[in-house]
């Protein structure tokens, strides 16, 4: 896959979706006090996923470098989902202007060619005519872009990115621990 791929998904591997809201450890379903990011300028939050198998038992985290930093799992899971999740809880949680830094085509792609909008046009459908996977997430995802000063920058992973590669990390930590349950921590 690259950074111009069209939209390539149309299913999703493990099921779930809306019918089983409670999948993932953080629901985003309840009310969210977001944490400030104590500027107004924009910040950027790095985020990943990763899921040892996919589907198989996922993990997700955000890191804004040298402040703030949360990760969560859901099992079973897939990379796209853990992917999606970092970022939908770091735009729920964080308040002011973002620059959401990821290593996710599939994310990235989403809001830098507007597949949303195409997606909410056709009533949820892809441009192959299939049910857009995920949506349990992109819903709550798009909506909180729309209301939010949000912006996305695609970065390569595993290639030496400190921030990218500690997002990386929570993930990975998250996908066998549980992690931190999708509180927001403080690195001080």
Partial sequence: MTLFDPDPFDSDPIGGGPDNPTRSIDSIKDQVVKVSTGTT????????????????PGGWGWV?????????SENPSTNQRMELMAVLHAV??????LEIVSDSTYVVNCFRDEWWKGWERRGWRNSQ?????????????????KISDVTFRWVKGHAGNRWNDEADRLAVEASMDGGSKGVVVSFS
């Fill in 92 to 97: 729920t949680h964080l308040d002011g202007a």
């Fill in 64 to 72: 804004m470098p040298e402040d703030l930093w949360a990760s969560g």
């Fill in 129 to 145: 005519k299939k049910d857009v996977a995920n949506q349990d997430l992109w819903k709550p995802l798009i909506a909180s872009y």
């Fill in 41 to 56: 300028d924009r910040r950027e939050v790095f985020t990943d996923g990763a899921c040892s198998g996919n589907p198989g």
